[in-house]
């Protein structure tokens, strides 16, 4: 995960936001033709230049997302995108990892996919500086677990499980640093338990 604060001077903000939700297909095909969104196919793949400009050029097209291989890199945007809405869990939920734009939410659907079908535990592993987005990013993983467990009556009560663990930690206190004033001091491990029938345990 990348903090862009310090290079935020050179990011024009486009009115034009690329959105998942409505005409997918179109917004698709017009994302492909942003830098590459798996940097696998980065013809210059060994320049680091290369790898920020593709960064850059996607970013510029609200583009924060970017895959290499199986891993993805995030940019913080440092302001609200509508990407994470209840249409776009859904259109995640509905597509193979490749199949659509790189997102945390085919991240998070891959772990739940292959903890469902194939019975085995994962992890999902966040890293990056401080105020990149590293608790952002597990929320938005939270959000798309309590979705996607599908028991109609208990989500309302998985969100509030999962949702709500995050400002009861952060209500113990965040620490302040040069990059994040809400940097977080609790709850870097998260354990999530499924029972048999995969709908949340604890
Ligand atoms: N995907 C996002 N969309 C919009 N804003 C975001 C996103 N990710 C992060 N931010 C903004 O950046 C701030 C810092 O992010 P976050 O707290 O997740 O950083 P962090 O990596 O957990 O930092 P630390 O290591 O200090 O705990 C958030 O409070 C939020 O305002
Ligand atoms: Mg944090």
Redesign the pocket.
């Known amino acids: 995960?990348t903090d862009t604060r310090r290079e935020e001077k050179n990011f024009s903000e486009k009115p034009s936001l690329l959105t998942y939700g409505g005409s997918m297909e179109r917004d698709l095909h017009q994302r492909d033709r942003v830098g590459v969104q798996d940097f696998v196919l980065l013809e210059d793949f060994q320049n680091e230049q290369a790898f920020i400009e593709n960064l850059r050029k996607r970013f510029r097209e609200n583009l924060?997302y970017t895959y290499i291989g199986q891993v993805l890199v995030?940019v913080?945007?440092?302001?609200?995108?509508p990407i994470y809405d209840t249409s776009t869990i859904e259109y995640y939920e509905r597509r193979n990892f490749f199949e659509a734009p790189p997102h945390i939410f085919a991240l998070a659907d891959t772990a739940y996919r292959a903890l469902t079908k194939e019975n085995r535990d994962q992890c999902i592993l966040i890293s990056?500086?401080?105020?990149?987005?590293?608790?952002?990013?597990s929320k938005?993983v939270l959000e798309f677990i309590a979705a996607a467990t599908g028991h109609k009556k208990q989500v309302e009560a998985v969100n509030v499980k999962l949702i709500g663990s995050n400002p009861v930690l952060e209500a113990f206190g965040n620490?302040k640093?040069n990059?994040?004033d809400?940097?977080?001091r609790f709850g870097k491990y998260m354990d999530i338990q499924f029972d048999f029938q995969v709908s949340l345990f604890n």
Do not use: D, F
Request: hydrophobic share 20%; aromatic share 8%; proline share 4%.
């Open positions: 995960m924060i995030s913080n945007p440092y302001k609200w995108l990056g500086e401080s105020g990149s987005g590293k608790t952002e990013a938005k620490a640093t990059r994040n809400n940097s977080s």
